[in-house]
Structures are given as structure tokens and as C-alpha cells.
């Protein structure tokens, strides 16, 4: 989907009762607040609304109230999309550790001919805080629910969600939220899996260096393989060091990483050769 042509809101307000009454979109997994987390991955939106108390975020956004506060995930839906513009809404809580861009993506193009797009966690259950939405028929039902019922306040999501054709999509862990201590352990562990670590890592590098680039893992872990081995083990982290920065003098990007990578290895290369 084009750049601006969805907007997001995401509901980073409630009590975090099970967790104590603590500032759940503020607690840390893998290093980076539960938000910044949400935020990254819906970082193409056009508008980025979060609905809650203030706090500070890894990127700019613009924040909103439901009325009353406290009234229910309903009447925060309503306080987020009052203010944004784009014809497709995507609408996320704020404790979700393992949503990424690609998921979203996901989201988007699963709308297509329906009204709203939501993710099935693995017990087969709908998850409409992990949705893409068209926002006139959004609108609609919130405007629907209002009169019917006098307010918003304290009403289920269920009621919101109900009367939409709806794309049903699965995912095995995007949909993962962390309600309580154990979700947050459990969350902290999963990322530190062998099949993963590595992954969060240079994702939480960029996020904390507002770096943007695609990176070659493979590659640069070859790389650093073929300094360690044929020149000296110090030599793996200082000249994959230098490949970044040569990169960025080369004006940076997946092309100028490729070509200093290729480089160094061919040196490494014939460096190892003379043994």
C-alpha cells in the first residue's frame, strides 16, 4: 500500500490490572517499549494516533483522549479515528511484541474486498485489535452504536466489529499480547530463541539508531566468519565496523552495504589464500 494511503490508531490506554496498575505500553521486551515496538511496525502510516496518557515514543505521533477516560477499547477507537484521514485504518493495542511491518502489510493487502481485516490467533479467536479497517464503514458503526445505546462508554469491541464483512487471516504469533507477568516472561524469552535472537537484535539496533536498511545478515555473519577464521578473531567485529562505514560514506543503503560486504570477503578471501 502507498505511503499515507492508511492511517493507525493504537490504543495504549486501560488499567493493567493483572500487571499491577504499571504503564504497560512502557514496559521493555528485547529492549525497546512495548509501543515503540507497535509504532516500528506500523511506521508507514500516514497518521499515528495513539490513544492514552502521554508518554514519550520513539517516533512522533499525535495523541488522543476517549471520553470518559477509562470508557472502553469502543470509545478509544472513536477518539483515534476522529482524527485521521486515509480510507483504511489500521487499529492495534499497544502490547503486541511480536507485530512487525511484514504483518501489517499482511493486513492491508487481506483487506481487498471486505470492510475490515483481522488476525485469528492460534485458538481459532478473532483479534480486532490487530485489524486493517475501511474507516467510512468503521465510522458508520460507531456512529450506529452511539445513538443506540445513548454513549460509548463501556461498551465490548465485539459490538463494533459485528456487523462488518470481515477477512479472517492467521498468524502464529502476531496477535501475542501480554496481559500479565507471564505474558511479558514469556515474550522476553521468545525473542532470545536461537531462531530469532538475531533477528530482534538488528531490529532493535536500528530502531535505537533511527536507521532505516535492510541488512544482510547472512552475509555479513559470512563475512565476519572469513575475517575470524583467516586473519585473527578481533578482526571479525572491527572489519564488519568498517563495511558499515564504508557503506555510509558510499551515501549508505542495501546496495553500498552489498558492495563494501563483497569487498572485504573477496579480501578475506585472499588474505586466508596466502596461509
Known amino acids: 500500500m ?17 500487571l499491577g496498575g504499571v504503564d504497560k505500553p512502557a514496559l521493555r521486551v528485547g529492549g525497546r517499549a512495548l509501543l515503540d515496538r507497535v509504532l516500528d511496525a506500523c511506521r508507514g502510516a500516514g497518521r499515528t494516533v495513539v490513544v492514552g496518557p502521554r508518554r514519550p515514543t520513539a517516533r512522533p505521533v499525535r495523541w488522543a483522549r476517549e471520553e470518559p477516560p477509562g470508557g472502553g477499547p469502543v470509545a478509544a477507537v472513536e477518539a483515534g479515528i476522529r482524527q485521521t484521514a486515509a480510507p483504511v485504518v489500521l487499529v492495534l493495542s499497544a502490547d503486541l511484541p511480536f507485530l512487525t511491518h511484514e504483518t501489517v502489510e499482511t493486513l492491508l493487502t487481506g483487506l481487498q474486498g471486505a470492510e475490515g481485516a483481522v488476525l485469528i490467533d492460534p485458538d481459532g479467536r478473532e483479534q480486532p485489535l490487530v485489524a486493517a479497517y475501511r474507516a467510512e464503514p468503521l465510522r458508520r458503526e460507531i456512529a450506529l452504536l452511539a445513538t443506540e445505546h445513548g454513549g460509548l462508554g463501556g461498551l465490548p469491541l465485539r459490538l463494533l466489529v459485528s456487523e462488518l464483512a470481515l477477512a479472517r487471516l492467521r498468524h502464529p504469533t502476531a496477535s501475542f499480547d501480554c496481559d500479565t507477568w507471564e505474558d511479558i516472561t514469556t515474550a522476553r524469552a521468545r525473542i532470545r530463541e536461537h531462531g530469532h535472537v538475531l533477528d530482534e537484535w538488528i531490529a532493535a539496533v536500528k530502531a535505537e539508531l533511527g536507521i532505516d536498511l535492510d541488512v544482510d545478515t547472512a552475509a555479513l555473519l ?3 566468519r ?11 567485529p572491527l572489519t564488519t565496523f568498517l563495511v558499515g562505514y564504508a557503506a555510509a560514506q558510499k551515501g549508505g543503503g542495501p546496495e553500498a552495504l552489498a558492495a563494501a560486504t563483497e569487498k572485504a570477503a573477496a579480501l578475506a578471501a585472499r588474505w586466508a589464500e596466502e596461509q
Open 2 to 18: 502507498t505511503p499515507g494511503a492508511y492511517d493507525a490508531v493504537i490504543l495504549a490506554g486501560g488499567a493493567a490490572r493483572r
Open 226 to 236: 572469513d575475517a575470524a577464521h583467516g586473519v585473527a578473531r578481533p578482526a571479525a
Open 222 to 224: 559470512d563475512l565476519a
